[in-house]
């Protein structure tokens, strides 16, 4: 059988998952196909990439500015495959049609998506084109247990929805922090100016508003307050790039080493003790979980799905939105050993529960039961019915 799973583009770190997701259902029966496009704005992360052939198929994508809409020319791949998993967004056009067929009944169809938008600035009407999408279709793939209350509340029968446990490869980070040695580190730290035994903090990401950079630095000057020896690392890029620098340039204990990957990465994550994302918190905490770093953010309403990965005084630390609070907080779990390496202990122990093991087993899992071949999945549940009452096979 054959499945479709269709992207707006293809970002790196969804790659090792549609390889092991292919692989899993290849050795189950099904065929998977993942459609793609080029991205049409631009983007200064660089963090797209190509899918092996065979498993990928990349198309041209049409933008219509109108409308921001998106179109991807994909009719014949749609109509030769057995099921179609969309992603859950009102910005593709090709959505439209597969929802209604899948009211019709002609085509099996299931949106894969975080549900809810936590947008700042997202619009009622924009929300309510989301959840009336998600009523065209009668199966859901969601990122997390609590994004699921979404997709009930739109309809969707709880048996339907498959949580996969949103997650990003990070074996090769872990593997690669765990085999730097004590003199790779040493020399790591003499290089940006850090004694053995200073306080290291890490923020590693995407530099804009919405991960509170102007909070973490603001925060880091009340840190070094009450923990004179303290040292904070930024790594990455984005629109608040130059606000980074300025700070690195005026306080030389604030490092901006730009954007890092591969084993430079793992270096900074050794080099740390805590990792701070005051902002919207998604897959990063992965990382942070990988490295066996606490990570600590504020209780804001726009955190992406992953926060629900954060166990607050287990894992982890929540506090207020509130410079002062959040610096105090950070300042005690670095002046605390103790404190700070149970955190970490079980952020190590988070870090191997949600991995993308787990994801694509939970992925496949679903695929597989609404297809039919094998488990009890969607056996209980009636056939959808259609516009005019009657039942559906599906």
Known sequence: MKVLIIQGEMKQYRLPFFTKLGRELSQNGVSLKVAYSDPTHTDNRNDNCDLPEGLGLKVNGYLLPWRRLLYQPLLREVATSDLVIAEHGNRYLLNYLLILLSILGLKRVALWGMGENRDKDRSKYSDWIRRRLVKGVDCCFTYTEGTKKYFEDCGIPAERITVVQNAVDTGELSEAVDSISQPELTSARQRLGIEENDPVALYCGVLNRDKGISFLLEAAKRIKLKVPRFHLIIAGGGPESEVVKAAADVDQWIHYVGPRFGREKAMLFKMASVFL??????????????????????????HRPEIEYLESGCNGLMTEADVEVYASQVAFLLANDLVRHQLSEAARDSGRKYSIEAMVSNFSIGIRAYLGLGGEHFRSVPKAPNRNGSEQTR
Request: aromatic share 12%.
């Open 277 to 302: 994302l005051p902002g919207y918190v998604g897959l990063a905490i992965l990382d942070a979980f990988a490295a066996g770093l606490p990570l600590v953010t504020t209780n804001i309403p726009y």
